[in-house]
């Protein structure tokens, strides 16, 4: 790059073509691959501060679904009732804990000047749940590296972090979504990690290969299904099970109505094995622990309006339009009661 | 923290406004390099950055020691004294800088080599077998440090008496993971005096950081989990075509890597108003090894012939005129530097022969064109040239074998495999159009310096501005598209 000599003029010319250049591919690319904001627990937590809600949502990134229901919620309450969604993702129950302790818990139990609730509407606590949840950090190993209480840390946290254990691929990741953050419109950096970028370029010179698609399809099927069948003899790792029982102790002792929802998994993916081992025994025993803890126990497996297509291609998430559905589905039936039917209680 | 990683884009930047916005003294910008280097150290392991510090102490110590012993004396008899005094020093300081590093780094191969001695004999382990944590960067600040004390004592360089500025010149955070292996007198001359923000020195700066950035985050990490690492792992699965493949793509990882890091620290000093010495120059286009070594990992080689080749081939021991045991030291030497195990012996030692059989060779050579002219015409031939290139660079790569292999077993099975001896799983996908673009890149890098190469060099510095603005932007486009998402290392900072 050798624009120097003795001006700065040259260099600043190179460095404002360069970046010019960039924005415009940027530009350009947002027609192949555009950037999908994803709603992440700083913005989630600037939302709630600002908008009291009467429930709150929380899980790992299938929590994003209730972003639609508070749509639906809203519209059927003309206002009054709104939910909001806190996505701690690819979150385990340590990590919703953490958040749950660290970014939660202050906002919800602020108080003003006369010692009254700042945000005093919460009433219900809906913990999104399914069977990976349970299952220790990187089951085997014990240990975790690409999740994720480090996603909702602030720079506070992270130093802290850094001082104990020097930087690890853990803390690492508070770096990645702040400069996630600041170039959330870019393409190119949004898109890294996914290659959503050189799949529609090779599309659009090559056209689908169809054949490969499915192949792949196949495979990460097979890989999915070996993976929830493996699930049963991880489920409810104790130090899992221990934050779940301090979060759902936190929220009673405030006074909240906890309700634990099973998030709905795409029925083409689910093979007999999976259904009857770790599906079932976690459902079955997140019910057990729903009675001993007398909590709500809403169980959206297998029995929910989405087909195969309502899914997104990593078998996980729910399109837009399935949750759509979903919402409207689950107000009209289990989760009728945020709609104000039967509901107590409220921080104190 | 690693110069290749995410955390590197917001550490950069604060220190070089910090830098940059302060006063222009070089006590000032001294201490923030410092304070950055500590810092850039301790994200790895704040404990062990202790052993720094108190090896930097001793260096620095015995560095001003070394210049106050017997200096300015007239009396002969006290004069000898100071001159024994200063010997003291010195062996007792290299003593220390060195015990540093076998303690680190060698103890547990040598306790486990003579145990593994005494049970070939039958007898029982006699050692413990330490296994410690390998401080960052140390095999590379204890030469800096030793190179430093021999500089002093020999008076070709003058000791430093500013500790900030010679702590600075041995911890440099950017050459502190690999290199380069800086010298007194090129590098403690630049920290004793201000720098100055110069556009050239930035625009140099920012172009060979970004060439390096390609080098090792598109090519050598693209190269290593697809095409390397699973052939070495596993070599007797393979067949001979994706072991041939596997070798040249690590000969090309192994430089792009390395020469990438060293570009990327040399274009960081330079963002800083500092020079760091050159560490590669084209190797690949070297013609003997002799001449590889002099492009390949410079500051470690010269390192090496200075302070270890040219006082022994010259000093008064029986290798005094023996170039051949010459060679065969310092590349053993060299082999254990790069790690202690037998495979880097093993590797050290091939180097060492084929050297020393180089030189016996080109002595031969050079009677013969003494008396006969035509030799010195078929030396500059084309033949002779293609033939001593191919020979140097098929010998370098075959090499790399136990260099790369984690024992000398698994060495031996790659070799077996080369011949068609091994296994018969083929690449398949992982050999495709990006792992070309690689080979396409490395090859063009080398081809840039030959024939028309540095003329097309020139023409596309001759570009208007703007657009070689914004050929930077599609390049920078193009590797937050392709630059493989993950954490990466450097395969010399484990050196």
């Not at chain 1, 853990?170 to 600041?182: D, H, S």
Request: overall charge positive.
């Amino acid at each position: 790059m050798s624009a120097g000599g003795r001006s700065w003029g040259p260099v600043l010319l190179t460095i404002l073509c360069a970046l010019a250049t960039l924005a415009a591919v940027d530009a350009a690319l947002h027609l192949v691959a555009p950037p999908k904001p994803l709603l992440e627990i700083d913005q989630a937590m600037d939302q709630y501060a600002a908008g009291d809600p009467a429930v709150l949502a929380l899980g790992s990134s299938h929590a994003r679904s209730f972003i639609a229901m508070d749509k639906a919620l809203s519209q059927r309450t003309d206002g009054a009732r709104r939910i909001q969604a806190v996505p701690v993702e690819w979150g385990k129950y340590t990590p919703y804990a953490w958040v749950l302790k660290h970014r939660i818990l202050p906002i919800l139990t602020e108080r003003n000047a006369s010692g009254a609730l700042v945000r005093p509407s919460l009433r219900h606590v809906l913990l999104v749940t399914e069977w990976w949840d349970s299952t220790a950090l990187d089951p085997g190993t014990g240990s975790i590296t690409m999740a994720l209480p480090a996603r909702a840390w602030q720079w506070g946290d992270f130093f802290a972090d850094l001082g104990e254990n020097g930087l690890t691929p853990y803390n690492q990741n508070f770096l990645q979504r702040i400069w996630r953050e600041w170039w959330s419109v870019s393409t190119l950096v949004q898109d890294r990690g996914y290659e959503n970028i050189t799949k529609g370029l090779r599309e659009a010179v090559r056209g689908k290969d169809l054949e490969a698609e499915r192949a792949s399809y196949d495979n990460r099927l097979k890989g999915w299904q070996s993976m929830v069948e493996e699930g049963a003899g991880h489920l409810f790792d104790p130090a899992q099970k221990q934050s779940l029982e301090e979060m759902v102790g936190t929220l009673q002792g405030l006074g909240l109505d906890v309700t634990i929802v099973l998030y709905p998994r795409m029925p083409g993916t689910l093979s007999a094995k999976a259904k009857e081992t770790t599906l079932r025994q976690f459902s079955d025993r997140m019910q057990a622990f729903t009675r001993d803890h007398r909590l709500r126990f809403v169980d959206m497996t297998f029995t929910n309006p989405l087909t195969d297509d309502d899914f997104e291609v990593d078998f996980d998430h729910v399109k837009p339009e399935g949750n759509r559905r979903l919402a409207e589905w689950a107000l009209d039936g289990d989760l009728a009661f945020l709609a104000g039917k039967g509901a107590t209680g409220g921080a104190q | 923290m690693s110069l290749v990683g995410l955390e590197f884009a917001f550490f950069f930047p604060v220190v070089f406004l910090v830098h940059w916005l302060g006063p222009r003294r070089a006590a000032w910008q001294n201490a923030v390099l410092l304070l950055a280097s500590v810092a850039f150290y301790a994200t790895w392991n704040l404990k062990l950055l202790g052993v720094l510090a108190a090896a930097t102490a001793v260096s620095f110590g015995a560095g001003v020691l070394l210049s106050v012993l017997g200096a300015g004396e007239q009396d002969p008899v006290r004069a000898a004294v100071g001159q024994r005094k200063r010997k003291a020093v010195l062996v007792a300081s290299i003593v220390a800088e060195l015990g540093l590093l076998g303690v680190f780094k060698y103890a547990g191969f040598f306790a486990e080599s003579f145990n593994a001695l005494l049970g070939a004999l039958g007898m029982p382990d006699a050692l413990p077998v330490l296994r410690l944590v390998l401080p960052l960067g140390i095999s590379y600040t204890t030469l800096i440090q030793v190179g430093y004390l021999l500089e002093v004592y020999w008076g070709r360089a003058p000791a430093c008496r500013d500790p900030l500025a010679y702590s600075v010149f041995v911890g440099f955070f950017p050459q502190l993971i690999a290199g380069p292996i800086v010298r007194a007198r090129t590098m403690l001359t630049q920290y004793l005096v201000p720098r100055h923000l110069a556009p050239a020195g930035m625009a140099a700066g920012a172009g060979t950081f970004l060439l390096g950035f390609v080098m090792k985050a598109f090519v050598a990490d693209w190269l290593s989990p697809r095409v390397v690492d699973p052939v070495f792992a596993d070599p007797a699965s393979f067949g001979a075509g994706a072991l041939w493949i596997a070798l040249f793509g690590y000969a090309t990882q192994l430089f792009c890597d390395f020469a990438g890091y060293s570009l990327m620290a040399i274009g960081t000093g330079r963002m800083f108003g500092l020079e760091l010495p050159e560490n590669f120059r084209y190797p690949f286009l070297s013609k003997s090894l002799a001449e590889f070594w002099r492009r390949w990992h410079i500051s470690l080689n010269t390192w090496l012939f200075d302070y270890l080749f040219a006082p022994l081939t010259t000093g008064r021991s029986w290798f005094r005129g023996r170039a051949g045991a010459g060679f065969l030291v310092v590349f053993l030497v060299s082999g254990l530097w790069h790690g202690a195990t037998w495979t880097f012996v093993l590797w050290g030692l091939a180097h060492g022969v084929a050297l020393a059989g180089h030189h016996a060779y080109d002595e031969w050579y050079k009677r013969r064109c003494r008396a006969d002219r035509r030799y010195v015409a078929w030396r500059k031939a084309t033949p002779y040239l293609l033939a001593s290139w191919f020979v140097t660079q098929a010998f370098f790569v075959l090499t790399l074998i136990p260099f790369r292999a984690p024992s000398i077993g698994a060495a031996a099975d790659f070799a077996k495999g080369l011949l068609g001896l091994g296994g018969v799983e083929g690449l398949g996908q992982r050999f495709g159009l990006q792992a070309a673009a690689c080979v396409l890149f490395f090859v063009g890098f080398h081809l840039l310096e030959i024939g028309p190469g540095p003329a097309w060099k020139a023409r596309f510095l001759a570009l208007p501005v703007p657009v070689r603005g914004v050929f930077y932007g599609l390049v920078l486009a193009f590797l937050l598209v392709y630059v493989p998402v993950g954490a990466s290392t450097f395969i010399y900072a484990q050196f």
